[in-house]
């Protein structure tokens, strides 16, 4: 197998990953099922959570800032930054571009804005650290995370396809892909014939391996 991966990667032009939370393991920060007080994050960032309880949606929200503020790329977001390796990331985190990835989708959004859901005017997340309920100035109408909330639609699908239908090949990084729509993706490269190298485990050590023989 691993004779086979090398050469696929050898003849990789085109390459584009798709990443999730087990990527950004190795910089210090958790996975879904990490708990916060009572509740997981998983069952915190969903959008009944944030309209029925915005004050404990934000307390979580701003300790979690203050975790993926300090954390620093990987060795695998490097390796795919330094590869040109187009990223589809599920990672709200930002490590892909702090890491100077150019092509990244983040289809959950990200932690870096706070977006007005009336004037879609966005702000830098800074402002909910000193406002327990951040307003947009313009509306005086709530602000929310620029994240993509259980009950919201993934962003930037369909560009995420087209980027897996040009590939030749495809990196699958720290995530199982169980939801919809992202896991049709895989099924686009599978019916283009093109090769899938799945990494759940020790991303930081293969991925600069496989990396490095790309002819990107």
């Not at 960032?45 to 975790?67: A, N, V």
């Not at 930054?81 to 990223?87: G, H, K, L």
């Not at 599978?190 to 759940?200: F, L, Q, R, T």
Request: net charge neutral; proline share 7%; with cysteine.
């Amino acid at each position: 197998m691993e004779t086979m991966w090398k050469r696929w990667a050898e003849l990789s032009v085109r390459p584009t990953a798709i990443t999730g939370a087990g990527i950004s393991v190795p910089s210090g920060l958790p996975t879904a099922g990490k708990r916060w007080r009572n509740w997981t994050l998983k069952e915190m960032f969903t959008l009944e959570m944030y309209r029925s309880d915005p004050l404990t949606f934000y307390d979580c929200y701003r300790d979690m800032l203050l975790q993926w503020r300090e954390a620093k790329p990987n060795p695998a977001h490097v390796a795919l930054a330094e590869a040109n390796v187009r990223i589809i990331t599920q990672n709200l985190d930002g490590l892909h571009l702090k890491a100077d990835s150019a092509e990244v989708l983040e289809i959950h959004g990200n932690l870096r804005e706070l977006i007005c859901e009336i004037c879609f005017a966005l702000y830098p997340s800074h402002v909910a650290e000193h406002n327990r309920m951040p307003k947009c100035p313009t509306c005086a109408k709530p602000l929310k995370p620029n994240i993509v909330l259980s009950g919201e639609d993934v962003r930037h699908i369909a560009e995420a396809a087209d980027w897996v239908g040009q590939a030749d090949l495809l990196l699958i990084v720290g995530t199982k892909l169980e939801m919809e729509p992202i896991c049709s993706l895989p099924r686009i490269a599978k019916s283009n014939g093109v090769p899938i190298i799945h990494c759940n485990k020790k991303a930081e050590v293969l991925l600069p391996e496989v990396c490095r023989l790309l002819k990107t």
